[in-house]
């Protein structure tokens, strides 16, 4: 099957995605949603497959969940717990979210530059210019930068805050230094999301080089074997700044040596990929991670940043977590496996 003949991703009236190689036409695609997710107070129930459309002027609200939003191509926004976001403008090249209240995470693994993505809080504008991770919080209202940087315009002024850097929403703009590898449950949580898209990522552009398919620019991509969209660039490598790697079609097999790839004991003829990287980059980022074929996982994700990963498998199911007090679980065909909370 050539995959560049599948059919652009369809919406069924306007509302849920069925689950298609995708051409972005605009932002807001729900790809995961976890426990008790609303879109307009109308309870968002996942199925295999299919992908609910946030569209413009809605207000999608958590309670006990979170939820993953494809942005534009390269670009996720994650909400916590007890949050609420409204979408302003769905466009690619105009992007606009309101944080109303609670709090988000956005990582920006390859944004385009005739895109754009602005998260809006109050007369506060915060704009993605480059790879980043960054948090908007209504209470204490403020923004942490974990990586990269972002662009903050109030009232005619605009700062840069950069990794390592924390921004009051008050007047002064006046920034203050946080620690990067304190994290909590929202932003370890994005971190473990970032690393199965980009496991998710190995398949779909070995498949697409192997079926002799045309692939020119960066785009989400659906991958069955993962029931999941994965992020695959028009060319080269592009790193997320969580230092795992989401590779071209072009790509993909300079990563493969002679058949072998690094897995999660070591070389293992035909079994994996070394899909992550060292960072040179102060703060929690940047660490290494393995990504292999046919590998199930193995690595705890309970710990805060700066751990090491061991490999994901495209026929693996996520390591899943038992309930507990305070904890909850869903998203168990979307992701690979159910989560609770951390």
Avoid at 315 to 327: D, E, L, M, Q, V
Wanted: hydrophobic fraction near 35%; charged fraction near 15%; glycine fraction near 12%.
């Amino acid at each position: 099957m050539c995959f560049a003949d599948v059919a652009i991703l369809l919406l069924c009236s306007g509302v849920v995605a069925t689950a298609q190689t995708v051409i972005s036409a605009h932002s807001g695609t729900v790809h995961l949603a976890e426990g008790a997710v609303f879109i307009d107070a109308k309870p968002i129930i996942q199925k295999f497959g299919t992908f609910p459309e946030w569209k413009e002027k809605s207000e999608l609200r958590t309670e006990q969940g979170r939820v993953e939003i494809l942005l534009t191509p390269g670009v996720f926004l994650r909400v916590g717990e007890n949050s609420a976001v409204r979408m302003l403008d769905n466009r690619l090249s105009a992007t606009r979210v309101e944080l109303v209240s609670g709090q988000a995470v956005v990582e920006a693994d390859d944004p385009m530059k005739e895109n754009a993505v602005t998260l809006v809080f109050g007369d506060y504008e915060v704009r993605v210019r480059k790879s980043s991770v960054f948090a908007i919080e209504s209470s204490p209202a403020q923004l942490k930068v974990y990586y990269g940087e972002a662009s903050v315009a109030y009232q005619g002024n605009i700062v840069s805050v950069k990794a390592g850097r924390l921004l009051p929403f008050t007047a002064a703009l006046a920034m203050e230094k946080f620690d990067t590898k304190e994290g909590d449950a929202l932003t370890r949580w994005s971190r473990r999301r970032s690393e199965y898209v980009a496991a998710a990522n190995v398949s779909s552009a070995k498949s697409l080089k192997d079926n002799g398919s045309s692939w020119s620019a960066g785009n989400w991509y659906y991958n069955p074997d993962y029931s999941m969209y994965t992020y695959i660039p028009g060319r080269g490598v592009s790193w997320s700044p969580y230092g795992f790697g989401y590779f071209s079609p072009y790509s993909v097999y300079g990563y493969l040596p002679y058949g072998y790839g690094y897995g999660n004991n070591g070389y293992a003829s035909g079994s994996g990929l070394s899909a992550g990287r060292t960072g040179d980059q102060s703060g929690s980022f940047g660490r290494s991670a393995s990504v292999g074929l046919n590998q199930s996982a193995a690595a705890s994700n309970t710990g805060g940043f700066g751990r090491s990963n061991s490999a994901l498998g495209s026929s693996a199911s996520a390591p899943s977590a038992s309930p507990s007090a305070g904890t909850f679980s869903g998203g168990g065909n979307v992701g690979g496996g159910s989560r609770g909370v951390k």
